[in-house]
């Protein structure tokens, strides 16, 4: 085993917990340990991050550009000749469609870095408004709902510590015994300090198995349960007045909303039993510290927007936002999807949070970008409108994927792949040929998490420092090289004359400096030194902010915001002929597409194929048994799965795991109707039919 003090301190490749880890080169091979010093994890791993250097030299790893010859396939090429292509055909689909015929598409596993240099790429070297990321498939609505109600979005606006000292906890949607293991010990720690923990999902996952009781609901039912626990504590005088006359705005809205939010008819909606709602919201109402956390399940709906609105409603009403060890917050799931959010590869976003469509924010980053601000191109198309758009008039003719897998991780992927492959010209940047890049025109080798520095933010806004413990493989750049050197040729040297990440971070510090998000003071080495510092940090002799709104919000009135926000159905519910609901989520072996994560061995054996679990009652309804081979049918494709029973599911749900592409991507069959607000599909529910696959009995 190496010795620790000869590793370098670094930070896993994988989700929003980024947790500390000390990397190590030996005659072996690249070695991981867990960092015991780093606050947030404490040593603790999970099975991903514990074998993450096995995609580092992988055999599969892309090492040089590819491009599509003309006879249909990809062949090796130089980066000149990589590069040079992609410039020729971007400026010649710009000339004859104009700017906005070029799309970028970025991703939250980006660097901070990355994500900035992105969006200044899309908007100062292409003069396009066309970029979002994928992003907008995980944290779009969460950010939304906390913008309206708080006037800023931070997932969580306190410290993960936080958790250990409340009193009773309301997690809804969010399965973080398996798809964040090391937060466990925060839960753990509550439970042995006598809090309680409630968990709202519609199966009864290990996180739910763990909790004080597991609420069912019923898939696409969460504002109704919400505006539920809103009615009981008002009904039973559990709300904190003093609170909402102070610090709150428009309660009368919520309220208004809430009285005809019944037990009984609340119970008919979500399916929750009335005693069990009622008790969750009696403990939340007792607790002197009561959280509420939502992860994807309320979140990647139609309704999402609405649904995180609703479960502020009742954190707003506990009077718990702003104190310590309380509140409401969200569980950021990919790596740097806080960081990802924030510096301008959202459509309608520039550094720091600021807002496109404001001349002030303009004006700001245009003088940073050494542009004029009407050169600023203004808000674009969010990504399922923006992929929408290839193909028919006016829309999208050329894309850049930086760090992103559309084809499996975007809804209704059958309709995506038809758009996509009618693109005139497709360019990716990955690490291995995931299935977007295997469809595109060029496809460019970037390095991995440990071969380049940069930050991330993890879920509680602690900005850290992922660090280059190794070099890339010959052949391979980093994206920020790539940008650079596209932007040259497309004539834009000057303003992208970075020598590397820590240049980058320097320029979004001086582009973030007064906005919501605020980096100015943060540098490389404070974040060493002080383990990861929390924005908005103003200045460098700033302390970074761990807890937000503790003396105020950021709205005009400086008052949170309750929002009357009434259920309303899923786009796609189930009837006669499509009688179930289907959701999908994370397994605790795989990350997001899985581009990385089948290509770890450990990881593939431990879930090799994504199983439909199903209820054992409702498998005796349609005559299936356990390990059968079944259709999942919706209103826009089906695929074939493997059945797994177990009774830790609702009857009339059917769960899949998202992380396969091809025929076994589950987001064939999602729904990509979105959220109005957010721009978020539909991913958490939709109306499925099952039917036992005929074998073939000629072959
Ligand atoms: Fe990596 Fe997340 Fe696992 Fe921590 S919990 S080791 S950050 S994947």
């Not at 907008?136 to 000292?165: E, K, Q, V, Y």
């Not at 993890?458 to 052949?475: C, F, S």
Request: proline content about 7%; hydrophobic content about 40%; charged content about 20%.
């Amino acid at each position: 085993m190496p010795n620790p003090a000869a590793t370098l301190a670094t930070h896993c490749p994988y989700c929003a917990l980024q947790c500390g880890m000390h990397v190590a080169r030996g005659s072996g091979g690249v070695t991981i340990l867990g960092n015991p010093r780093f606050p947030v994890n404490q040593g603790g791993l999970c099975v991903k991050g514990w074998s993450a250097a096995a995609t580092l030299d992988h055999p599969d790893r892309l090492r040089t550009p590819l491009v599509r010859d003309g006879t249909g396939h990809l062949v090796p090429a130089t980066w000149d000749e990589a590069l040079s292509r992609i410039a020729r055909e971007f400026t010649k689909v710009q000339q004859n469609h104009g700017r906005d015929a070029i799309g970028v598409f970025g991703g939250g596993s980006l660097t901070n870095e990355k994500a900035y240099l992105l969006g200044k790429f899309a908007r100062v070297a292409l003069r396009t408004s066309n970029i979002d990321y994928n992003g907008r498939f995980c944290m779009s609505s969460a950010a939304a709902a906390a913008s309206r109600a708080f006037g800023l979005d931070r997932g969580l606006p306190f410290p993960l510590s936080d958790i250990s000292r409340a009193g009773a906890i309301l997690l809804v949607g969010s399965n973080v015994a398996e798809t964040m293991p090391p937060v466990m010990r925060y839960f753990e720690s509550q439970q042995s300090n006598g809090g309680k923990l409630f968990v709202v999902d519609p199966r009864r996952t290990p996180t739910a198995q763990w909790a004080t009781r597991h609420l069912s609901l019923k898939p696409g039912s969460d504002a109704a349960l919400a505006n539920g626990l809103l009615h009981v504590l008002v009904r039973d005088r559990l709300i904190d007045e003093e609170y909402i006359g102070r610090r709150t705005e428009n309660f009368d809205d919520a309220l208004r909303v809430s009285a005809s939010y019944w037990p009984e008819r609340v119970e008919g909606i979500t399916g929750v039993p009335e005693a069990a709602f009622t008790e969750v919201a009696r403990a939340l109402g007792a607790a002197d510290h009561a959280m509420i956390l939502t992860s994807r399940g309320p979140e990647q709906q139609a309704q999402g927007v609405n649904n995180t609105l609703a479960y502020i409603n009742v954190a707003l009403a506990l009077g718990s936002v702003g104190k310590p060890f309380s509140g409401y917050g969200t569980l950021t799931g990919q790596g740097n999807g806080q960081g990802g959010r924030e510096h301008g590869q959202k459509a309608d976003q520039l550094p720091g949070y600021r807002h496109v469509d404001d001349p002030m924010a303009r004006e700001q980053v245009a003088a940073i970008w050494g542009v004029s601000p009407s050169a600023i191109p203004g808000p674009g198309r969010p990504a399922v409108a923006l992929i929408d758009s290839i193909g028919t008039d006016g829309g999208l003719r050329g894309l850049l994927v930086v760090g992103s897998n559309i084809l499996v991780s975007a809804p209704n992927s059958v309709q995506v792949e038809r758009r996509l492959k009618a693109l005139d010209f497709l360019v990716v940047a990955d690490f291995f040929l995931s299935e977007t890049a295997s469809l595109a025109d060029v496809v460019l080798p970037s390095a991995q998490w440990a071969e380049e520095d940069g930050t991330m933010t993890n879920l509680e806004g602690r900005v850290i420092l992922r660090r280059r413990a190794v070099d890339p493989p010959e052949g391979v750049r980093t994206d920020i090289d790539i940008l650079c050197g596209l932007a040259a040729l497309l004539g834009q040297r000057h303003q992208f004359a970075f020598h590397g990440p820590r240049d980058v971070f320097d320029e979004l510090r001086q582009a973030t400096s007064g906005a919501p998000a605020d980096y100015a003071g943060i540098t490389y080495e404070r974040i060493e030194a002080l383990d990861g510092v929390f924005w908005p940090c103003p200045s460098t002799d700033h302390p970074g902010t761990p807890r937000l709104f503790a003396d105020g919000f950021p709205t005009p009135s400086g008052r949170a915001r309750f929002h009357g926000v009434p259920h309303q159905s899923p786009a796609d519910n189930p009837d006669a002929e499509f009688p179930l609901h289907l959701t999908t989520g994370r397994l605790l072996a795989h990350y997001q597409s899985g581009t990385q994560t089948h290509h770890v061995e450990e990881l593939s054996q431990a879930a090799p194929e994504p199983l439909a679990e199903m209820h054992p009652a409702t498998a005796r309804l349609y005559g299936l048994s356990n390990g059968a081979r079944v259709t999942l049918t919706t209103r826009r494709a089906d695929a074939m799965f493997t059945l797994k029973l177990t009774p830790a599911i609702r009857e009339d749900t059917i769960f899949v795991p998202f992380h396969w592409g091809g025929a076994r991507s589950i987001n064939r069959l999602t729904n990509d109707a979105v959220d109005r607000t957010s721009g978020m599909p539909e991913l958490k529910v939709c109306a499925v039919r099952v039917s036992a696959v005929v074998e073939d009995t000629d072959a």
